[in-house]
């Protein structure tokens, strides 16, 4: 078979690549290692910047999210006895929308399912060759165990952090910058009603805890604990328990409305860079080339910029020729990936509890500052609600 632009993994930064290629023209084939209803399912992140907003409505794939997300114009930041809103509509002009990433995976799909583009789902051993070469290929095995190989001009890698297209790379070209930290989270959603209009981040004593929501019927929450965390140990009436002691803290009018757990999971933590995102033939994009913690809702967000750019790249490259913005794509994304892993690490080292006195009260002081002057609430909300697509 062959093709302009084989893309490994249909998460949402292989989903929307092939959608914005197709837009301009440029075929596409995807190969994804599960089944598409396992994709859809999984559940991960809520946010979408502003931006994002615009480029899935851009994409073609915006009525269901103008219909259903929720439009949000800041979050509560809290800590024991105060509770403070951040209207980042005031502060920087821009809102955030509330829309799973489940159903950005689920519109992406059925896009690519009513134009008939193809995609191979339950592929195994998917493998990336010649990307220095003339004739870059993906070879693998389909769902019904035949051999498969895809001949394209270039291969994308949006396989996420355990995907094969970072491992393709030469090795020693690569240079790799992480950091792990001593604190997981457990994601729970639940059947019940958000108590709260907007989310909530919540600094406490027993750890850091948020309200999120999927919709008006199905709330989100994250609760700190530590990485080798016992699920097991995690009762439904524990969590309740944990999430009504450290949320209720900011205001003690409030209260936590409890319902039955839909599910739930340890998530663990770590920053994650690697550059350069292109070798020969190969682009990295997505978490395939960086993880971010999820305080701050960045990860999704990240994906769906790294692909606009790349967009606009190949198109320059497959239609013009053009190869200054393929060969600058690699530093414009790695711009925006530092911004974005900066401020994930901040909101994450601000918000989680550690063992000494002496970081709570720099966290707390942090937190006040955060509040009380204009330009720190400005420069919270800047980063939140996205920076530009070519920050
Ligand atoms: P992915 O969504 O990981 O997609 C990669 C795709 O590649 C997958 O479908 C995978 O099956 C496929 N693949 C992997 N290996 C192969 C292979 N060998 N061959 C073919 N295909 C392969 N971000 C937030 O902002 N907020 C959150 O709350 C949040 N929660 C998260 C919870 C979890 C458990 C995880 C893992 C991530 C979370 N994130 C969150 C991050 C966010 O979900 C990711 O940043 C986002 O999914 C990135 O999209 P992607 O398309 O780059 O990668
Ligand atoms: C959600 C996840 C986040 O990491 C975050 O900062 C805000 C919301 C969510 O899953 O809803």
Same mark, same amino acid.
């Given at each position: ?17 092939? =959608? %914005? ?13 599960? @089944?598409?209803?396992? $994709? ?7 946010? *979408? ?24 114009? &800041?979050?509560?930041? =809290? ?6 809103? %951040? ?18 995976? !689920? ?18 051993? $998917? ?6 070469? +003339? ?8 769902? +019904?165990?035949?051999? =498969? ?6 291969? $994308? ?18 240079? /790799? ?25 919540? #600094? ?10 999927? @919709? ?13 965390? +016992? ?16 949320? &209720? ?17 340890? %998530? ?15 682009? %990295? ?12 809702? !960045?990860? *999704?967000?990240?994906?769906?910029? +790294? ?6 790249? *190949?198109?320059?490259? *497959? ?18 990936? #530092? ?26 002081? =942090?937190?006040?500052?955060? /509040? ?20």
């Amino acid at each position: 078979m062959r093709t302009r632009v084989a893309i490994i993994g249909a998460g949402p930064a292989g989903l929307l690549l092939s =959608q %914005l290629l197709d837009q301009e023209g440029i075929d596409s084939v995807l190969v994804e290692r599960q @089944s598409a209803e396992y $994709v859809q399912s999984r559940i991960r992140a809520g946010i *979408l910047e502003s931006a994002s907003v615009d480029l899935l409505t851009k994409a073609g794939v915006g009525e269901r999210l103008a219909a259903e997300g929720m439009e949000h114009r &800041g979050i509560y930041l =809290q800590w024991p006895g105060e509770r403070h809103h %951040l209207d980042f509509v005031d502060l920087v002009g821009r809102s955030v929308t509330v829309y799973g990433q489940t159903e950005v995976t !689920k519109d992406l799909m059925a896009a690519r399912e009513a134009a008939g583009r193809p995609a191979f789902y339950e592929a195994s051993e $998917v493998t990336p060759h010649d990307i220095d070469g +003339d004739h870059p290929h993906v070879t693998f095995v389909d769902s +019904d165990g035949s051999p =498969q190989r895809i001949d394209a001009d270039v291969i $994308v890698g949006c396989d996420g952090y355990h995907g094969p297209s970072r491992q393709a790379m030469p090795q020693s070209g690569l240079r /790799v910058h992480e950091r792990t930290y001593p604190f997981a989270w457990l994601g729970v959603l639940a059947d019940v009603p958000p108590s709260t209009d907007e989310l909530i981040y919540a #600094w406490h004593h027993d750890g850091f805890a948020m309200h999120s929501m999927r @919709s008006h019927r199905i709330s989100r929450f994250y609760l700190q604990v530590s990485p080798d965390e +016992d699920i097991a140990e995690w009762s439904d009436d524990r969590i309740w328990e944990a999430l009504s002691t450290r949320l &209720g803290a900011g205001d003690p009018d409030w209260t936590l409305h409890t319902g039955p757990v839909l599910e739930k999971s340890v %998530l663990p933590m770590r920053s994650f860079v690697t550059s350069p995102m292109r070798h020969g033939k190969l682009f %990295l994009a997505g978490d395939a080339a960086h993880i971010v913690p999820p305080t701050g809702a !960045k990860g *999704l967000n990240l994906a769906l910029a +790294d692909v606009a750019l790349l967009t606009r790249a *190949l198109t320059a490259w *497959l239609h013009e020729g053009r190869e200054d913005l393929v060969d600058q794509y690699s530093d414009t994304a790695l711009r925006r990936v #530092w911004r974005c892993t900066h401020f994930s690490w901040w909101m994450t080292m601000m918000l989680h509890r550690r063992d000494e006195e002496f970081d709570a009260q720099l966290q707390l002081s =942090q937190l006040r500052r955060q /509040v009380a002057s204009e330009s720190a609430a400005a420069e919270l909300a800047d980063n939140y609600a996205g920076v530009p697509i070519g920050y």
